[in-house]
Every structure is written in C-alpha cells, then in structure tokens.
C-alpha cells in the first residue's frame, strides 16, 4: 500500500543488494509473497533485507537493479506472527517456512557477553522466511536488521540495554565480515529450528495405543462378563434358562454361580474388572488414615502441579518480561514458587510409611531376614512402581511426540528423543547419575522415582538393623540424616548453586546424597509412632493449638523465604534469566541444607499432632474423605501432569503472557487431566499389575 509506496525510492538499493547476497548465498530465492497484510503492509513488514545494514555488503552489491518480483515478505520480528505466516501458506505462498532463533550462551573466549542471557530466556525471534534460506544469510535478516535490533532491544530493561546493544555490535560485526569469512558467525550459538516439526506416525505410536486399546478391552470385558454372571444367577432363582425351543434347562443357578466363580478367582482377567477397581480406590481403609498422610500427598501434589505450571512456561519464554516479573513478585505467587518443599514432603511421608509397615512385616517373620528377604523386598518394590512407569516412559516416548506440532515441537522431539536412548536407566533407577546432565534424562521430572528406589535400599538396611537392634537402626538413621545435611552444605558451597544454577541440578538437586534428611527422618518418625507412645500423647486444646500453630507458621515462614529468592534476587527484569543472589554462598548453602531440615521438622511435628489425635483443623482438612482416593492417585498424576504440560506448551505458537488468570486455568486443566487419566491408568495397570503380582506370590488378601 502506499507505506510501501513512500519506502520504495529511499530503500530500493539495500533491497537490491538484499537479494544479490541471497542469490549468491543460497542459489537465488524464488520471491513470490505479496504483502499479505488486510491494513496495506502498515505492521512494518517489509521486503526481505529491506533493513540489512550496508555494512553487510559490498560496493559491486549494492549496484544490483532491483529484481521485477522483489516482494517477498519477511515477517515482524516476534513469535506472533507465526499466525501470518501460516495465513501467507494457507492462501497459495507453499514456499514460505516459520523459523525459530535461539540465541543461546557462548562459551567461547570472544563472547564472554553471551554468558548471560539478557531480556529474554534464550532470546527466541519468530521469523517468516523463503525455504532454502541459508542459514547463515538468516541470522543476517534476524539479528542485522534496524528492525530486528530495535524490537529486540525494546524487550530490555534499562538496565540491560547497554549490555544488549553490545551484544548486537558483536553479531554485526560478525555478520559484516561474512563476505569475507564464512565462518563468522560460528561462535554465536545461534540455534535455528525451521518448520512444524511434525512427526510422522510409525511402529512405536502404534505399538503402544494398541496396548492401551487392549488393556481398555480386558477391562471391559471383566467387568461385562461378571455383570452377565450376575445378572444369570439371578434370573436363575425362579425359572430355568432354555433354549432351541424346549424346557429343557441348560443352565441351572449353581451352574452360572460356577461360572461367576471361576471367572472372578481362578483367572488373570479378574485384576482387570473395572468395577470391582473403582470400587478399590474409593473404598476407605483405617489402615491409611495415620496422620492424614493421605492429605499430605494429596495437597503436595496439587502444590507441584501448581508449580510446574509455571516453571514449564519458562521452558517456552515470555512476550512480556515486565508481566513475568509482576507475576513473580505477587505475594500470592510465593506458594507456587516454594514447591520445591513439596518433593520433600513426598520423601518424608514415603520414609514414615516405609519404616511404619515394615516394621511390622519384618516382626511377623518367623526368623531374622537375610539376603533373600531384602532381595524380595527390592523386587517388590521394583514390581510396584515399573508397570505404570514403564508404560507412561513409552507413552512419552513413542505417542506424546506425535501428538502435536508447532514451531516449538522441536523442543518435544528432542526430550521424547532421549528416551530412546536412555530408558533402561530410568527402569534400572538410576537416571538421576545417568546421563549426567539433566537434560539429557528421559523423562527429566522422574529422577524422584530414581532416588526413592535408592532409598528404599537404605530403608531396608537400617530396618533390618532396627530389627536386631532398635538403638543402632535408630542411630544409622540419624546420622545418615546429619550426613546428608553436612554433604549438601559442602556442596552448596563448592559449587557456589547460589550463583550457578545451572549446576544446581545436576550437581545438588536430584542426587540421594543430598536429598536423603527428609526419607530418613520419616523413618526415625515412622519407628517412633510404632514403638512408643507417641500416638497416645494428650494434649490440652490451647496447648495443642499452639504447637500447630508453631508448625504451620514455621512452614509458611520457610515458603516465604524460598519464594524471596525468586523474586527480589533477580539481575534482571525477566524471571527467568540467572537468578542474581544478594547472598554470599555459605548463605545460600546453610538455608538450602538447613531450611529443608526445618521444614521437614515442622511436617514431623504436624503428623505427630495428627497421628495423637491433637491435629485440630489441620487434621480436619487433612483427612477429608477426597483425599485418600487422591493419595491413591498421586504416582500416576505425578508421571502423567509434566507430559499433558509438555503437550500444551510446546505446541503453543507464541510467546506466554503471565497472568494469574491463565496461570490458574492451565493448573486446573493439568491438575483434572493429570489426575483424571491417573483414575485410569489406576484401575488398568497400576492396581492390576499390584493385586496380580502379590497374588501370584501369596501376600494378596483383597482377592
């Protein structure tokens, strides 16, 4: 339109010179595009490398006539316009293609700026280009550009401009010298990624939906034929069931009783029966009811889910940095954000439970446990979380990666892709040491399960001791619980994770060595509530309320710490770039061991409240009848929630505005889902896979 008319005179010999380097760069570049804006090409898009600075170029470059057909279109430098883009493709332009920049941290000597991310995480441009586009020839578009400089700088904070413009300096220099080195823009650790990235649908996706359409089909068949056995009993109390026309019973009440019979105790189909499973999970046992435990695994699941709704959004980045940090800093942000105390939670009440039954079952046993009890015990263990695991570990793997596409799918494809690779180390358990790096993990979020399994081993060390010897098992607990804390201040330090972050979780957060405080003092508490008199403790309504209330405000106080150092510590306007600490590292070290050991101490004494009846309203809201069936359902709503959030992010075609409205809606989304389709996986694998093994072995006294 007439923008375009008033442009043309004053750039037609940067245009020029614009498509001489693409077709010397790339073979030329068929340029059919019209300005497929509806306001008249006014949302400055322009023609391709209208704004490449003539320093690119040489004098013989910048001679060229301009070409009949120079109106290819080069879209708005920002992640919203993959929609054009997708529109121009729609309505006849098949040779355009979305391309998304990454502009990562250099670690090479010249580009010590490139260290720190600045206005954005990874600095993500959203670019509409012709295919074929050399890639080289691309990042001069991107990053040379009056344009793209101005939008890019736009997102910085005054406080980071100076550091941004040098950092383009540097890219322009680079690119000003690529006539003449090739090579210039090697060390920029630029990352392109073109397309929709969809993936095609081969042997994996289809091995695993059919095996989920035929653990569907056991169910409904189980539960269909005793729902016909039954309905046959019944019908044979006053007549007899004939057939070809004749009173002649062939099926009499105790035959079709029979039948029932075999079907619902003599066969595997049986584990299968959906109704007699939802039944299961909605059943109530005193047994569960210690401490509202229930509650806690309920709430602290709910809690991460929260938590993860977010921090997965950092993943794709943010179009509005100023309205992250807002978000942030909101004091109704700070629980979120403290959810790392929610993994410690599960740890504590996995130790408690752990010390609590096994105690138990190892006093039952006729003579002291040995090698052989503690190798069934470890392949009980591994036989009760790998079913579920293992399935949702290909799920992942094989389905998620097909489910969607976009130009951030990539990113889906590359995570999916190290399942392929690394699986036998998450069914082995030890994906939290191998790979070394985190991301590089197959499913990333499930080195818990990793270090639980490990715990377990040191679980039945110290209860077979305990059982010898309650003193010295008690003992080995506590020091390992000392000896954790110690271990993870050392490191702390050393790695100074204050300021590193980017070593915090493979050096710090995800290893036994400096997780295990919390599991070891849920043994010490689960000893205790067995072997005392902690449980019959009665305390005065007053003194009881005051000793919750010091908990619950110790837990609080500790949320609000955590959530301090996401929010006023940060360099930079953008909540996701590194974290800056006013702490020196021995501060952060002494919190980071010791504030873990006071939070799990302040859980301890809440359960001990709980379990001695002396919880109040606490207790009240803990042991809600919601809560078990949620408590049921925590295993598989923590291994399905990061894919459904993976699903929803990734295929996203634009950059996330956080708000807190949108923020609630994706948690409650992923929290029904997750747990909805952990309602499933529940009664088709998880408690089939649990009732069937145990029965196989004896110790089943459901069936």
């Not at 295919?131 to 990053?143: A, C, P, T």
């Not at 650790?189 to 042997?203: D, K, M, S, W, Y």
């Not at 019959?536 to 003194?543: A, E, F, G, K, N």
């Not at 209330?549 to 150092?565: D, E």
Request: proline residues 4%; charged residues 15%.
């Amino acid at each position: 339109g007439g923008e375009r008319a008033r442009m043309g005179p004053m750039l037609r010999p940067t245009v020029a010179a614009a498509v001489a380097v693409l077709a010397a760069a790339a073979g030329g570049v068929r340029g059919e595009v019209a300005c497929f804006d509806v306001a008249g090409c006014s949302d400055y898009y322009v023609w391709l490398g209208v704004n490449v600075i003539a320093e690119s170029l040489t004098p013989s470059e910048k001679g060229i006539p301009l070409p009949d057909t120079p109106n290819i279109t080069l879209s708005e430098n920002n992640l919203m316009s993959f929609a054009k883009c997708q529109h121009a493709k729609n309505y006849g332009h098949q040779d355009l293609q979305y391309c998304v920049y990454t502009m990562k941290p250099s670690t090479d000597s010249v580009g010590q700026l490139f260290t720190e991310t600045l206005c954005e995480s990874e600095n993500e441009f959203g670019h509409c280009l012709p295919n074929g586009v050399d890639f080289k020839i691309s990042e001069m578009l991107v990053f040379n550009t009056s344009d793209g400089r101005t939008e890019y700088l736009d997102r910085c904070p005054p406080a980071d401009r100076a550091k941004a413009e040098k950092k383009l300096e540097y890219v322009g220099d680079a690119i000003s010298n690529m006539t003449e080195n090739r090579n210039g823009l090697v060390n920029l650790a630029v990352e392109r990624q073109c397309g929709l990235h969809t993936q095609p649908i081969n042997t994996g996706p289809i091995v695993m939906i059919s095996i989920t359409v035929f653990l569907m089909f056991l169910g409904a068949t189980s539960s269909l034929l005793e729902y016909l056995a039954q309905l046959r009993a019944l019908e044979a109390d006053d007549r007899s069931i004939t057939g070809g026309g004749e009173d002649v019973p062939l099926l009499t009440k105790s035959d079709v009783s029979g039948f029932a019979s075999v079907l619902n105790q003599k066969t595997p189909l049986r584990y299968f029966n959906l109704h007699a499973n939802l039944g299961e999970l909605f059943s109530s046992s005193g047994a569960r009811s210690l401490g509202g435990l229930d509650g806690l695994k309920g709430f602290s699941m709910l809690w991460i889910i929260l938590a993860h709704a977010s921090l997965f959004a950092t993943f794709l980045g943010t179009g509005d940095p100023a309205a992250g940090k807002n978000f942030v800093q909101q004091t109704n942000s700070y629980f979120a954000y403290s959810a790392t105390f929610g993994v410690d939670t599960f740890f504590f009440v996995s130790g408690l439970l752990t010390a609590y039954v096994l105690s138990s079952k190892l006093r039952k046993m006729k003579k002291q446990p040995g090698l052989g009890k503690f190798l069934l015990f470890m392949a009980l263990r591994w036989l009760r979380l790998t079913p579920l695991f293992a399935y949702v570990l290909f799920m992942y793997t094989y389905v998620a990666s097909v489910a969607a596409d976009g130009p951030f799918w990539y990113k889906m494809v590359d995570e999916t892709s190290h399942c392929k690779y690394y699986w036998w180390s998450n069914l082995l358990y030890v994906n939290n040491f191998v790979p070394s790096e985190y991301h590089n993990q197959c499913m990333a979020w499930s080195w818990y399960l990793a270090n639980d399994l490990q715990f377990y081993v040191v679980a039945l060390i110290v209860m077979f001791l305990y059982l010898r010897s309650p003193r010295a098992g008690a003992a080995l607990a506590a020091l390992l619980t000392t000896l954790s804390v110690i271990i993870g201040y050392v490191l702390a330090v050393q790695y100074d994770l204050g300021a590193n972050s980017g070593t915090y979780q493979n050096a710090y957060y995800d290893k036994p060595y400096t997780r295990m405080a919390p599991y070891t003092l849920g043994l010490l508490l689960g000893m205790a509530l067995r072997d005392t008199n902690l449980k019959r403790i009665r305390l005065s309504t007053p003194v009881a309320f005051l000793a919750q209330f010091f908990c619950v405000s110790m837990i609080v106080f500790l949320f609000y710490i955590q959530a301090q150092r996401y929010n006023l510590n940060f360099g930079y306007d953008n909540p996701m770039a590194k974290l800056k600490s006013d702490w020196t590292k021995y501060d952060y070290a002494a919190y980071n061991s010791f504030g873990r050991l006071a939070f799990v101490l302040a859980l301890g004494g809440m359960c001990v409240l709980n379990a001695s009846g002396n919880g109040g309203i606490v207790y009240a809201f803990l042991s809600l009848p919601f809560w078990e069936p949620m408590g049921k359902l925590t295993f598989g709503a923590y291994l399905i929630h990061p894919v459904l959030l993976r699903i929803y992010y990734y295929s996203e075609v634009e950059l996330i505005y956080f708000n807190h409205i949108n923020q609630t809606v994706i948690f409650v989304a992923a929290a029904a889902l997750g747990y909805g389709l952990s309602m499933v996986t529940y009664v088709l694998i998880e408690l089939p896979c649990d009732s069937g093994i145990k029965s196989m072995l004896g110790l089943n006294k459901r069936r």
